[in-house]
């Protein structure tokens, strides 16, 4: 009777593949095909890989990694412009589990805590939701570490770093972060997380913020 009533549901209201449009399974984001095409890094593998070496100019770090490659008009930056701009923020969740599945066994493992770049009060009221926090709340959760949001706050609303250049970028997130309750992190191990890495600018400012703490490691 349910399987039947499910059946109905999906013929009332199918789901599409978020990539290519054809019809999935219910509470499914992509097909099997498009998941496959997914450009993602493998970062985690390797510990000089690119992003590490582009952050650790700009803050001194443990371990960097990133889930995909960012193409235009790619299938991720579709599934982030859903994410950031039309409301499906349970894309996080999709995106974190992923994550996770590579994280396991990984020294991202041996965080303490999970920490998300925040947004500027204003922008989060705008737009409602935290785009990071799904993704965030979802790697805490597997891989049984504490999130804390809401401590490390952003209290400079900054316009978009894209037309600017380096020195440009950094003076303008010159002082953007800092922690309320700084306690709460003395000797911990965070993972810092982040939705669309470009630059490094943003993170690399929470990341010296944060570094302020004793015995912190990013
Ligand atoms: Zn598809």
Excluded at 122 to 141: E, H, L, P
Aim: proline content about 5%.
């Amino acid at each position: 009777m349910i399987a039947l009533l499910q059946d109905l549901l999906n013929t009332i209201f199918p789901t599409y593949c978020m990539g290519c449009g054809c019809m999935v399974p219910p509470n499914t984001i992509l097909c099997l095909q498009c998941e496959h095409q997914l450009p993602k890094t493998n970062y985690h593998n390797s510990q000089r890989n690119p992003l590490f070496e582009m952050i650790q100019k700009l803050a001194p770090i443990q371990h960097a990694t990133s889930l995909f490659f960012f193409e235009r008009r790619g299938i991720v930056q579709a599934l982030v412009h859903q994410l950031k701009y039309m409301g499906k923020d349970h894309l996080g969740d999709f995106f974190g589990a992923m994550l996770v599945k590579e994280l396991i066994g990984s020294p991202f493992q041996n965080c303490d805590v999970v920490v998300p770049i925040p947004l500027h009060k204003k922008r989060q009221r705008k737009r409602g939701y935290n785009q990071v926090t799904a993704f965030g709340q979802q790697i805490a959760m597997q891989l049984r570490q504490e999130y804390i949001p809401n401590r490390l706050v952003r209290h400079k609303a900054t316009r978009t770093l894209v037309q600017l250049n380096s020195d440009q970028r950094i003076a303008q997130m010159k002082g953007a972060f800092s922690v309320v309750c700084p306690t709460l992190f003395v000797g911990k191990h965070i993972l810092l997380i982040d939705d669309v890495v470009t630059t490094g600018t943003t993170l690399s400012e929470a990341i010296n913020c944060l570094l302020q703490i004793e015995g912190v490691r990013v």
